[in-house]
């Protein structure tokens, strides 16, 4: 299998003609480092020299695809020009390889290589200075510290300069990534709440509407009629005024007014407003002061599962008394909604499939237990009854607790 040199890049092909060119420049003119008659000098004349600069020539076209391959082959060619009259061309260029190796090399050869040459630069200072003791030697070293070690060491500062910036850039990236992140889960967030406020204020005031005109259509009785459209007008009234509020949060969520978000004072409200719609509700709210130490948050919640379990009731409960019942347990406030379950073979409004999601959503964001399914119901006029359950921690010891969420049954996928 034949072996394929990698390609060279366009610039290491130009740094190889000019080196290449330059050599032969000074070849031509006839300027050398050394004289034919130095001791070390083993090949005279003009004409061996040109190997080396040729070979260190070819080595540059590999100073980035094989930058250890080019700097060993680069040596090789720098010892062999020591023992000709020598090229300044060659000396350039072996000082390019060494660059080359350290900042394109892998990071091994990145840390030894400036280590390496520092300590040749300190060794061919003083040995030679030690055998022939006059400061002339010295030289040696400053020459290897030239060719090598000045190279390698400043290869080494722009490489460590590279990967900091790049590092830095991979930082904003990531950043930039997260920051993205957190945008898109704060939006969702705030669409699923906005959503579970729509369905909530909505859903209850449609549902007492729709049930109340179908009664209005079907009834050929003036009085049920003229009731009928009463409450279907105070729901109507009631639903523009929730709408208009949850615009107005849309449009700027500091102007709206002190006092608009539901609280535990309003359920009595709540429960007339269910009572007017025609349910049997049976209230039982804390008793005295009770709801004074509860959060904001918790008494919204409480609020909004009351009201979506009463506009469940309406939509689908067999008639019945409706027990709505709150009691402060420990640290946690607990509701309990019990209506009539069975008799009733479709709902009397349409439903959307999201009145126990949202519910358990609410619950789940306070770190609560919910739940919600029919029970047997032993003692009471239904033989069987439709629970639904919410236990909201008060404090923030609470905030390690697992939201629960029980199994969907047929009647709880549709409310």
């Not at 480092?33 to 130095?38: I, L, N, V």
């Not at 490489?159 to 939006?187: G, K, S």
């Not at 309003?266 to 004074?292: C, I, S, T, W, Y």
Request: with cysteine; net charge neutral.
């Amino acid at each position: 299998m034949a072996l394929r040199l990698p390609r060279p890049h366009r610039i290491d092909v130009w740094a190889s003609l000019a080196g290449l060119f330059g050599g032969l420049l000074l070849w031509g003119i006839g300027l050398g480092m050394r004289s034919a008659d130095e001791a070390y000098v083993v090949f005279d004349g003009r004409w061996p020299l040109l190997v080396p600069l040729v070979v260190i020539a070819g080595c540059e076209l590999l100073r980035r695809s094989a930058p250890r391959t080019a700097l060993l082959t680069g040596t090789a060619a720098l010892l062999a020009d020591g023992l000709t009259q020598g090229s300044l061309a060659t000396l350039v260029m072996y000082t390019d390889l060494m660059y080359a190796a350290v900042l394109y090399g892998t990071p091994t050869a990145a840390r030894l290589l400036p280590r390496i040459t520092a300590l040749l630069t300190v060794v061919g200072a003083l040995v030679p200075y030690a055998l022939w003791r006059v400061p002339e030697a010295l030289l040696v070293g400053v020459a290897i510290g030239v060719i090598a070690f000045t190279p390698a060491s400043t290869a080494l500062i722009v490489r460590n300069h590279r990967e900091a910036a790049e590092a830095a850039r991979l930082r904003a990236e990531q950043t930039a990534l997260l920051a993205e992140m957190d945008r898109t889960q704060a939006v969702t967030a705030e669409r699923a709440r906005m959503a579970r406020e729509l369905h909530d204020v909505v859903a209850n005031h449609l549902s007492a509407i729709a049930i109340h005109s179908t009664a209005a259509l079907s009834l050929d009785d003036e009085a049920t009629s003229r009731n009928a459209l009463t409450v279907i007008r105070e729901n109507s009234v009631q639903g523009l005024s929730e709408m208009r509020r949850l615009i107005g949060i849309l449009r700027d969520p500091g102007d709206q007014e002190p006092g608009a978000t539901p609280t535990l004072d309003g359920l009595g409200a709540l429960v007339e407003g269910a009572r007017a719609n025609g349910l049997k509700v049976v209230f039982d709210p804390l008793p005295g002061a009770g709801h004074d130490a509860v959060p904001p948050p918790v008494e919204l919640a409480a609020y909004r599962i009351v009201q979506e379990a009463l506009t469940n009731v309406l939509k689908h409960a067999d008639k019945g008394p409706v027990t709505v019942r709150l009691r402060r347990a420990a640290d946690a406030l607990d509701i309990r909604v019990v209506s009539p379950y069975g008799g009733r073979d479709a709902p009397r409004a349409p439903g959307s499939g999201a009145g126990l999601v949202g519910m358990r959503e609410r619950v789940a964001l306070l770190h609560g237990t919910f739940g919600a399914g029919p029970e047997s119901g032993a003692g009471l006029a239904h033989p069987e009854v439709w629970v639904v359950c919410a236990s909201l921690p008060l404090t923030d010891a609470s905030v390690g607790a697992t939201a629960t969420t029980p199994t969907p049954t047929t009647r709880g996928e549709t409310e």
